[in-house]
């Protein structure tokens, strides 16, 4: 296996962005090299500890589903070799297995948000209201519920380190405007449905996700982003999913479990950076989940 990353350090590429998993570097003037780091955040606080192997395994995840949705709406891929974008060995070993060149496109400032079940944040607003960003759903639901169908709920984008806010459907139209949210949402809802049946098939529930669009040039909507990883989807193996309680998930559970009981300085993290370090058997274990959660989608 390659070295983990924490940091990119691509010198000869103009730094656009840098987020809890992804470093965006400029390619021209349309194009965007996506580079996934091994950091991994949670509470919206990153470890200081990499997870070796998960930018590539999130990478060879997203390339997969971009390759299920095809035909449903255009997505950022160029279909250009990410290694083309650098030419030294030193940033070439930082590309290889992690990176996507994509389009650059102009992102909407909301984060599409498709609920199949009732988990994570849909459960505790559900309990206080008997809805989820303003949609109603029947009496009597518990934790875990399968939804009857599933139910589109937005968020905005937030800065780093801060919570993504839930809104309604009528706020996101307030903030992109009643075409393009509908179509944002009529999309999204179509895109989880055929991922969601397809995991099915492999013993996978996706409890839940969230898709990220912007427009290029010519205003096209485009898929753009990671698309259905652990990183930005609930998922859980059937074969333990239970009504009633948050099932097992692929994804950052041994890192939040252990954070939970951990303590700095005698005392309870407080959830704020810096964060206490991993143990080896978390980081391990971590690592493991993703692996295990990309054989199975991909297993013949």
């Keep these: 296996m390659t070295a983990a990353l924490l940091n990119s350090t691509i010198t000869s590429l103009p730094l656009i962005a840098r987020g809890k998993v992804r470093e965006n570097y400029a390619v021209g003037e349309d194009r965007i090299l996506m580079i996934a780091s091994d950091r991994l955040s949670a509470f919206d606080v990153i470890m200081g500890e990499p997870i070796p192997g998960k930018g590539a395994l999130l990478t060879q995840m997203a390339l997969f589903w971009f390759a299920k949705l095809d035909g449903i709406v255009p997505n950022h891929l160029t279909g250009d070799d990410p290694m083309s ?5 030193a940033e070439k070993a930082q590309v290889k297995d992690r990176a996507m060149l994509v389009k650059r496109l102009k992102p909407l400032p909301v984060e599409a948000v498709v609920r199949g079940y009732l988990a ?3 459960w505790a607003e559900y309990k206080d209201k008997g809805e ?3 949609v109603k759903l029947p009496a009597g639901l518990q934790n875990a519920s399968k939804l009857p169908e599933p139910i589109f709920t937005p968020a905005t984008k937030a ?4 919570h993504d806010e839930n809104i309604s459907f009528d706020v996101m139209v307030g903030i992109i405007g009643q075409d393009l949210a509908t179509r944002v ?10 991922a969601a049946d ?5 013993g996978i529930i996706i409890a839940d996700t969230k898709f990220e669009f912007g427009l290029d040039a010519d205003g096209t909507l485009t898929l753009m982003d990671e698309v ?14 239970q009504v009633g309680i948050n099932p097992p998930s692929y994804d950052k559970q041994f890192v939040r479990d252990w954070l939970e009981q951990a303590e700095v300085d005698g005392k309870p993290w407080g959830k704020t950076a810096p964060a206490p370090a ?5 980081i391990a274990n971590t690592a493991a989940k993703y692996l295990e959660a990309l054989q199975r989608l991909t297993q013949a």
């Design 85 to 89: 974008a650098v030419s030294s060995e």
């Design 120 to 122: 994570g944040s849909g």
């Design 132 to 134: 989820v960003c303003g």
């Design 159 to 162: 800065e780093m380190g801060d």
């Design 185 to 194: 949402r009529d999309i999204s809802i179509q895109l989880y449905k055929r």
């Design 198 to 202: 397809f995991a099915l098939t492999k």
């Design 228 to 241: 259905l990883t652990p990183d930005s989807s609930r998922y859980w193996p059937v074969e333990s999913y």
């Design 278 to 282: 991993l143990p080896d058997a978390v």
